[in-house]
């Protein structure tokens, strides 16, 4: 028997983390089948500086849970952002700090949501509420997700029960979180070898509401305007991706982690939603926008509301 457990498309460091440190979970839960980590696309700079750092394998790569017999599914439930063929698989648990959407099951399962900045947050507390000690390494991974998800708790999504965790879990992989963390958020913004392709597909997110179909792609960098060298070339790619998955907005966000602002390019036939969302005009297809650095708390709601 064969548990597969895997996070979302475009995997982030949560996604990857969360893959890892649950199939430790489950193993010391008692689950006795071959249980496989898994992720469904490549790895980002950030997740690879930190598999490195820790000297860990990556999950295996799939792109179907046809051989699974049960799925675990970590750090989402949409199926828009899971395994093609997930809605055949039988899911055995979720474990997930998003909204939920896009997901149903025909069999009972556990179900473990939390309103917290990290899906690895809530597996700490699972480790804590089943007497499992976390060893150092498990303890690295799980911080540097926290770190990640949380921009170093400078996020609006990062909550007290985040910091409380890498609080703890720091102490165990005996590192300085700020240090740390800058170096890693730092390796992930390196995004010089990329293709426009490439670039929309790092951390990107399909969405559906009220009939309208948008994407969301995000990078995050140190300096918003290096990225923006190669706009109409990005364009290009987006334009190209909205007629192919008929899309009616896509927003590509370009975050800058230090300065906590973001810009973002906006295409489609529901541009105008953005310039209603947050109150502020498109120019040249971009607009800015302060303070924003959370696509599931400052962008997917704004948007939904008023697409
Ligand atoms: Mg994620
Ligand atoms: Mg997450
Ligand atoms: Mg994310």
Redesign the pocket.
């Known amino acids: 028997m064969k548990t597969f457990i895997t996070?979302h498309k475009c995997p982030?460091t949560?996604?990857v983390m969360?893959a890892l440190v649950m199939a430790n979970l489950e193993k010391n839960l008692g689950n006795t089948n071959e249980i496989i980590p898994c992720r469904l696309g490549n790895l980002n700079k950030e997740t690879e500086y930190i598999l490195n750092y820790f000297k860990v394998d990556a999950p295996k790569l799939i792109d179907s849970v046809k051989d699974a017999d049960e799925v675990i599914l970590v750090?989402?439930n949409s199926f828009l952002e899971s395994a093609p063929d997930i809605s055949s698989a039988k899911i055995s648990k979720v474990v997930?700090?998003?909204r939920i959407a896009n997901f149903e099951t025909t069999e009972p399962l556990f179900y473990i949501a939390e309103p917290v900045?990290?899906?690895?947050t809530i597996l700490y507390e699972l480790y804590m509420m089943n007497n499992i000690s976390i060893d150092k390494t498990y303890a690295g991974l799980m911080l540097s997700?926290i770190i990640?998800?949380s921009l170093l708790f400078k996020s609006p999504t990062c909550t007290p029960k985040d910091i409380e965790a890498a609080t703890e879990l720091a102490k165990i992989a005996n590192i300085d979180i700020n240090s740390y963390g800058l170096d890693m958020l730092k390796a992930g913004t390196d995004l010089s070898s990329f293709t426009p392709e490439e670039l929309l597909n790092i951390d990107s997110k399909e969405f559906n509401a009220n009939g309208a179909k948008f994407q969301i792609a995000q990078v995050s960098t140190v300096d918003i305007d290096e990225v923006l060298k190669n706009k109409s070339e990005i364009e290009k790619a987006m334009n190209n991706s909205i007629s192919s998955n008929s899309l009616d907005l896509f927003m590509f966000t370009i975050t800058d982690i230090l300065n906590c602002n973001s810009k973002a390019i906006v295409l489609g036939n529901k541009a105008s939603v953005v310039e209603k969302a947050y109150n502020v005009t498109i120019k040249d297809n971009l607009v800015f926008l302060p303070g924003v650095v959370s696509r599931k708390k400052q962008i997917v709601p704004q948007i939904t509301e008023n697409i």
């Open positions: 996070g982030d949560d996604s969360s750090d989402h997930d700090h998003h900045g990290c899906t690895c997700a990640s998800d």
